[in-house]
């Protein structure tokens, strides 16, 4: 495909990965084919939007560790063992269909079908597409496309990484008062803080019928980050803490201090089901001051 000025493939990392690397006067960007995952952007004139580890590994069958992963089928660790936690999506190959630019604004389509192998883990058959359109924001579009004969549920989230200059002085808004799943206490049913989201240790919260909108804010700095979404119902807000960060390998040292996860999609109760033939689609924004 002759891609557009601005945009070129490049490799990632010494596995055989590539990426498209993004330069316009409004933002620089690195989109992974792997996963269609949005690695790093930029705002020309600002912080950047996504925080990717520094010990990010760059391989096939492994999710680069930051930027936005997409789960898909699935969020989280399925039943079955031998099943990839968060899905397969962000672990194959997805094709570019198209790469287009209007101006300074870059939109990037990607598709993923289902074959032999996606159905030894996914009975079914679909498309994805994801349309990132990239200029001083992030807007980031996931089509799921029920190709099969029946009915199918899945759920999904944009496994967002975002910069903070120090967690400890981080506070996420939007979730006030909201019940949510604490999966670092069985699942246990806790309600959120009425000021504000902040974080004194290792933190797994899943959010279910938020209302899709948040702000991450950099009490350090002053930096804000909005995440809004219409269409995304879920919310899972995560940082490691120390010890995960030591067991996980790739988040770098002491990444965990510099990063949280505010995560958009519909998991558990706000699943997604699909009539034959159906699609539906689901925008997240992402923006930084
Ligand atoms: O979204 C939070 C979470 O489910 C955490 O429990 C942690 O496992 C994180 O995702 C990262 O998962 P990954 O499979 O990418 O290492």
Not at 171 to 199: N, T
């Amino acid at each position: 495909m002759q891609l557009p000025a601005g945009i070129t493939e490049i490799p990632l990392g010494e596995n055989g990965l590539r990426g498209l690397q993004i330069e316009t006067p409004l933002c620089s960007a690195l989109l992974g084919l792997q996963g269609a995952q949005l690695l790093q952007f930029q705002a020309s004139g600002k912080k950047p939007l996504l925080w990717l580890s520094e010990d990010a590994v760059f391989k096939a069958g492994k999710s680069a560790r930051g930027g936005i992963p997409l789960c898909f089928p699935w969020f989280g660790s399925p039943a079955a063992e031998d099943k990839p936690a968060h899905g397969f999506a962000r672990h194959r190959l997805w094709r570019l269909a198209d790469a287009r630019r209007d101006g300074d604004i870059v939109t990037l389509e990607l598709e993923l079908q289902d074959d032999s192998s996606t159905h030894l883990l996914w009975p079914h058959a679909f498309l994805a597409r994801q349309t990132l359109v990239l200029g001083q924001d992030i807007r980031i579009t996931l089509c799921v496309e029920n190709r099969d004969k029946v009915p199918f549920t899945f759920t999904f989230a944009q496994h967002s990484y975002f910069p903070t200059s120090d967690i400890s002085r981080t506070r996420v808004d939007g979730l006030e008062g909201r019940p949510y799943f604490d999966a670092l206490q069985d699942w246990k049913i806790l309600e959120s803080e009425k000021d504000g989201i902040r974080f004194k240790a290792e933190t797994d919260r899943v959010y279910e019928g938020a209302s899709g909108h948040y702000r991450i804010v950099d009490e350090a700095t002053g930096h804000s980050i909005v995440i809004a979404s219409d269409d995304c119902k879920s919310a899972i807000v995560w940082n490691p803490w120390t010890e995960k960060n030591a067991r996980m390998g790739d988040m770098g040292q002491d990444g965990w201090r510099r990063m949280l996860c505010v995560e958009s999609g519909n998991t558990g109760r706000d699943a997604v089901t699909l009539a034959a033939g159906e699609q539906r689609c689901f925008t997240l924004q992402l923006s930084g001051d």
